[in-house]
């Protein structure tokens, strides 16, 4: 069974320090999502990560993949307060036939909580 | 213009009635899903259509029935619903061959069992 673990899984930070959220998974994949979700809303994408090196990076955020490793990183440099919310990674595995199997396996999710 | 519309947003009723929920895509995906998330933000797959066919069916009471009358529509019926069914219920749409489009969800269905 495919397991995908978060951590930490609460994290507080004040504003200005960087800090990392860790994603391992337990079985081959190279399709990692990343999503936001703020309190009693919807799951916003924040990268899709298809392949081995894969790095992206948006605003103060950004995301790498090692496939070797089966491990995802999301660094968040010089935090603000408005990035407070839960992150959630979500492993995609490969379908039988290659492709996906169309079922994301999602992370526990980390509560990050930005201080002034 | 959403994207993944679902109805309604918040659905509070007794134990024992029977409900749906609606969803639907306007993004031309191939296959959609339905998520839970339960007390704990911990979510998990329900249930996934392709093309109108049942792809993936996790262990959920058979109590859940999804219905797709068309590619662009996932419904998700529930039978005597129950106090450990309150959650929040995610619609999602993807085009399963290519990856780099992701999942996009629904603004998702908080529902309660009183």
């Known amino acids: 069974e495919l397991k995908v673990e978060q951590n930490p899984l609460f994290l507080s930070m004040q504003e200005g320090k960087n800090y990392t959220i860790y994603c391992n998974y337990s079985?081959?994949?190279?399709?990692l999502y990343w999503y936001r979700q703020d309190p009693g809303k919807s799951l916003e994408s924040l990268f899709v990560?298809?392949?081995?090196?894969a790095v992206k990076q948006e605003g103060r955020l950004m995301a790498s993949l090692d496939t070797k490793a089966r491990l995802s990183t999301l660094h968040i440099t010089a935090a603000v307060h408005d990035l407070s919310a839960t992150y959630f990674c979500?492993?995609?595995?490969?379908?039988?036939?290659?492709?996906?199997?169309?079922?994301?396996?999602f992370g526990k999710g980390t509560k990050l909580s930005v201080k002034p | 213009d959403t994207a993944v519309s679902q109805t309604p947003k918040y659905l509070v009723t007794q134990m024992g009635n029977d409900k749906s929920i609606k969803c639907e895509q306007n993004?031309?995906?191939?296959?959609m899903y339905w998520y839970k998330q339960d007390s704990k933000k911990f979510l998990k797959i329900m249930f996934s259509?392709?093309?109108?066919?049942?792809?993936i069916n996790e262990t959920v009471p058979n109590r859940f029935s999804p219905k797709s009358p068309d590619k662009a529509h996932l419904n998700l019926h529930i039978n005597s619903l129950e106090l450990g069914d309150s959650a929040v219920y995610f619609c999602?749409?993807?085009?399963?061959?290519?990856?780099?489009?992701?999942?996009?969800f629904g603004s998702g269905t908080r529902l309660t069992v009183v």
């Open positions: 990560l298809l392949s081995n090196g």
């Open positions: 979500a492993v995609d595995p490969p379908g039988r036939y290659g492709g996906s199997q169309g079922n994301l396996i």
């Open positions: 079985t081959t994949s190279d399709r």
């Open positions: 993004l031309g995906h191939d296959t």
């Open positions: 259509y392709n093309n109108k066919e049942l792809i």
């Open positions: 999602a749409s993807s085009q399963v061959y290519t990856p780099h489009w992701g999942y996009t």
